[in-house]
């Protein structure tokens, strides 16, 4: 046995990263799909960059300049209160990404744990979890978050959790259907049949598996969070001025547009674009990792 | 019969998440910072009045006091108040103590309601018939525009898209189409638009794919065998057996246009239930909130209920379970 | 002689895949007379289908017609625009598929779509093509026709579903039949009585009618004539009973060892070793001659060309000589 598998691992190392490379090269053809990774890039380089590039702070207001078009001082005009819009908009990348990424964590890794669960230990825990996936279901999470950020208050870290907390169930479902098909899948079966070893089952078989499948969908995630966090301060709940973010830029500056459509232009294009490309690379991975299933 | 009892069991199923929200709710909101009852909102609300109508105030007080149980444990004050909320009885809001809060949905529920039917109608009506084009002119440029306007559609939120109309037409071309208000049916244009979008996207790309899937099967060899024309092929045989799968994808996609359809009216400033719930959770108005995200639920479970009665009624192979 | 009701010539077809083409018919030529049943046979992927289907215009959109010509009541098909053909197709010909699991629309009911055909070609008006409807049910041995007419094909069994099949293409009485495997998806015992069923109505019609069958037992069971074909290319034509007494090319002479046939219990079945070729060039030798016992080298060289043996038999063969004699 142990020389069978000292065999076939270099083999299925070499397989696996095939496999991987193989999804590249098919995401690599679809320009749309690298389009968005260039811009989600350019995103995040933004976000971690901002607050040194930024050329205020962003609890700095012009009083001497409100309602500024753009000029070469505030390149991107200043809104009611004077605080300046590039400025603005860097913070709000980094507090967008921050919690995007920070919720989309937060969702996965209580998905993993509860998913795991209801697919290893079966029975009355897996009906439980299941039950509570219905329920998370029947309600669109946005409404849980809603709820949520009225219990833990404003600010980022309470954003995250708010809008994070309710995001489970989808991962939770993903991971227990992985666990199910990787203990009964006929593929796995067959390959014990021949003799492999469990790591080299595992390595072979649900490895690649089950990273595409969690790629994509922590693909389509992100985005989901993304605007999630803006309808939050759409009705009030996200993050408390002067903290910046999409949300309050967006409600903000419709709410009083004659006169000065710059508070919208660059928030709303910036926003819209980076939402295209997150989309656009979610579905070029879908695309690449599972290139005959789906639509 | 059998539909009855299907019914029934679903509508059991709906009452008792709907409980569990409520509860859920009521909990989160009791165990807030600053607590359910000792807001300023309500304080605020209540100061002039009990300067001015002291009797009134204090019958205010007292209705609060004796419907929400605040000296109750809490899981009694919770049942109660889940069984006040499933029976219609929600009482009054906080923001305006003396008005019911049943007075102030009445005309904030329809709004929404005519906004999220008329943008799903409309979604299905327009991508139904793009989807199937795209699908019949496969790899051609028609198709790539319908798939990649349906993308586009899809990735931008509904309210996002209501922001950059609110920029086309209330700052490039006013005058065309009001950005803000409701009343008129030129008022429900853009927020229907926006609302459509993404549906129609979805709509379109499900139907793409369905149709050209349906066009390979046997069953359309068959039909051309006997001798059926093009279209009737495509409409009669394609396009009606790709439709009753359509349905389960438009009733989940309903519950985003719901999500939608909060946002949306607080872009176009629409005195909608989004408007509602946008003036109540900032402002802790908690039974205003509750009662807002209960209605939405209900409405949204109950169409996806008659959702899966109509998929049976289409399609004679589905069995309700 | 009658003028033959259809006749196909020198028919090439071939499919456009990704990186190669496929030469699925290769030059088949062939006539079915009026109120003749014929027998198509063949392997999986001998192109025995793609003949008839892409004479009525039911190839899948990769597939071409290279050349050849394909004679219905004089007027060439091939030529013919898809307006005509569909004209042509359920009302003067009607087709039979292999599964009738998944050649009945799911969603329509199943008098509709008997009904459907009536109605696209004008053949009845609606009363009278409900009434026909009835009528074709219950010829088909479905009991209870006015109670069936409202189901939908999954409320019925395969063999009933096929029966419907039937009713659909005999809806507008068309002169020529086309069966494609009818009887394949189906178990044994119903076999038997759709291939009586098929039997009694031409006879009754006086219908002419093609079956296309891997099964040799049912084509020499229900046909005046059968053709072998093999990797797109006619191996054998001759009527039935030549066959079963004279084999004249070892792949037939395969097939039918390949057979259990009545009374032959206890007979060692001798399969053909290997497996039909997929052409993706067009033939130049024997085609068979991997697989072949009597194979020699000028079977790898030269393409072998159809030709009598005896009067109303042809061949494909360089050696059906050797092989006639072995087999007597």
Redesign the interface.
């Known amino acids: 046995m142990a020389i069978a598998v000292s065999q076939t691992r270099p083999v299925a190392v070499k397989k696996n990263r095939s496999q991987f490379y193989q999804s590249w090269k098919r995401f690599r053809k679809n320009y ?1 799909a690298v389009g968005g990774l260039v811009w989600v890039a350019i995103f995040f380089i933004i976000g971690i960059i901002g607050p040194w590039i930024a050329p205020y702070s962003y609890t700095d207001a012009d009083f001497l300049a409100m309602h500024a078009p753009p000029s070469a001082h505030h390149i991107f005009g200043t809104d009611q209160v004077g605080y300046d819009q590039f400025t603005q908009i860097l913070y709000s990348v980094r507090y967008a990404l921050e919690i995007a990424l920070g919720a989309t964590c937060v969702s996965f890794i209580i998905g993993i744990v509860l998913g795991l669960w209801a697919g290893l230990a079966g029975g009355i825990a897996d009906m439980l979890i299941m039950r509570g996936v219905d ?1 998370m279901f ?3 999470s ?2 849980f978050a ?6 833990l ?1 404003k600010g980022l870290f309470p954003m995250i959790l708010a809008i994070g907390v309710p995001g489970w169930a989808g991962y939770a479902r993903l991971i227990r259907s992985l666990v199910l098909s990787m203990r009964n899948g006929e593929m796995v079966e067959a390959a014990r049949a021949l003799g492999a070893s469990q790591t080299h089952i595992a390595a072979r078989y649900m490895f690649p598996n089950v990273v595409g499948s969690m790629v994509v969908s922590l693909a389509f995630g992100i ?1 989901a969070d993304l ?1 999630a966090q ?2 939050l301060s ?4 996200g993050l408390n001025p002067p903290m910046p973010s999409f949300g309050n830029m ?2 903000n ?3 009083n ?2 006169g000065f ?1 710059w508070l ?2 660059f928030p ?1 294009s910036i ?2 674009i980076t ?2 490309a ?3 690379v979610a ?1 070029g991975l879908q695309e690449a990792f599972n290139p005959r299933g789906g ?1 | 019969m059998f539909m009855l009892r299907f019914f029934a069991k679903r509508f059991v199923a709906i009452v008792f998440t709907l409980a569990a929200v409520i509860a859920i709710s009521y909990i989160m909101m009791y165990e807030s910072p600053g607590g359910f009852m000792s807001t300023s909102q309500v304080a605020s609300a209540l100061a002039p009045i009990a300067a001015q109508n002291p009797v009134l105030y204090q019958k205010v007080m007292e209705e609060f006091q004796q419907r929400y149980g605040l000296n109750l444990p809490l899981w009694r004050q919770c049942l109660q108040y889940v069984w006040h909320e499933l029976t219609f009885n929600f009482g009054n809001s906080m923001q305006n103590p003396t008005q019911t809060i049943t007075s102030q949905l009445k005309t904030a529920l329809p709004i929404s309601v005519i906004l999220a039917f008329s943008s799903t109608a409309l979604s299905v009506v327009i991508g139904i018939p793009m989807g199937v084009i795209a699908a019949l002119k496969r790899n051609t440029w028609i198709d790539y525009t319908v798939t990649t306007l349906s993308m586009v559609g899809q990735a931008i939120p509904s309210f996002v898209l209501a922001v950059i109309f609110v920029l086309i037409f209330g700052v490039l071309w006013q005058n065309i189409l009001p950005v803000t208000g409701w009343g008129t049916f030129s008022d429900a244009v853009l927020p229907v638009i926006s609302l459509a979008a993404a549906p129609i996207g979805v709509v379109a790309r499900y139907m793409r794919g369905s149709l050209i899937e349906t066009m390979r099967q046997d069953f359309i060899r068959t039909a051309k065998s006997k001798g059926v024309k093009y279209w009737p092929l495509v409409l009669k045989h394609g396009v009606r057996n790709s439709m009753t799968a359509l349905i389960t994808v438009v009733g989940p996609q309903f519950a985003f246009t719901v999500v939608g359809t909060v946002l949306v009216e607080n872009i176009f400033a629409i005195p909608g239930l989004g408007k509602v719930i946008g003036n109540a959770f900032p402002n802790f108005d908690f039974p205003m909130a509750i009662t807002s995200v209960f209605i939405l639920g209900a409405i949204m479970m109950i169409t996806n209920l008659i959702v899966d009665l109509f998929y049976a009624w289409i399609d004679p192979r589905v069995k309700l379970q | 002689m009658a003028e033959p009701i259809l006749s196909i010539e020198d028919l090439r077809v071939e499919f456009d895949r990704s990186e190669d083409k496929v030469y699925a018919v290769n030059g088949v030529s062939f006539q079915i007379d009026p109120g003749q049943a014929l027998g198509i046979v063949g392997e999986s992927g001998s192109g025995k289908s793609v003949t008839l289907m892409s004479a009525l215009g039911l190839i899948r959109e990769n597939g071409k017609v290279k050349s050849g010509v394909v004679q219905f009541e004089g007027k060439n098909l091939l030529k013919m625009s898809s307006r005509q053909l569909e004209d042509i197709r359920g009302r003067e010909i009607g087709v039979i598929f292999q599964d009738p699991m998944t050649s009945l629309n799911p969603v329509m009911s199943i008098g509709d779509q008997i009904m459907e055909t009536m109605l696209t070609h004008h053949y009845a008006g609606h009363r009278e093509a409900f009434d026909r409807t009835i009528q074709l049910l219950h010829e088909m041995g479905i009991p209870d026709p006015k109670a069936r007419f409202k189901n939908y094909p999954h409320e019925f069994s395969g063999g009933m579903r096929q029966r419907i099949m039937i009713a659909i293409a005999l809806a507008c009485e068309p002169q020529l039949l086309i069966a494609d495997e009818p009887t394949t998806a189906l178990d044994v015992t119903v076999q038997m009585q759709i291939l009586a069923l098929l039997q009694s109505q031409r006879e009754r019609k006086n219908m002419s009618v093609a079956i296309i069958t891997h099964d040799f037992g049912v084509a020499t069971n229900f046909c005046d004539k059968i053709v072998v074909l093999y990797a797109g290319q006619v191996m054998e034509m001759a009527d039935t009973s030549a066959f079963i007494q004279n084999p004249a090319h070892p792949y037939t002479l395969g097939l039918k060892n390949s057979i259990i046939e009545v009374g032959q219990r206890g007979r060692k079945l001798e399969p053909i070793p290997g497996m039909a070729p997929t052409l993706t060039e067009p033939p130049t030798s024997c085609s068979f001659a991997d697989r072949c016992p009597f194979v020699t080298d000028r079977c790898r060289e030269e393409l072998p060309k159809l030709r009598s043996v005896e009067s109303n038999h042809l061949v494909a063969c360089h050696r059906a000589e050797e092989v006639l004699a072995r087999a007597n």
């Not at chain 1, 809603?146 to 219990?151: D, E, F, G, N, Y």
């Not at chain 1, 759409?234 to 709940?237: A, D, N, Q, S, Y």
């Open positions: 749309f329920f029947a309600l669109p946005f409404f809603l709820i949520l950020s009225v219990l208050g985005p605007t803006a309808g759409i009705v009030g709940m967006l409600a500056a419709s709410s547009i004659l459509p919208l232009y709303a926003f819209a939402l295209l997150f989309l656009f579905d639509m």
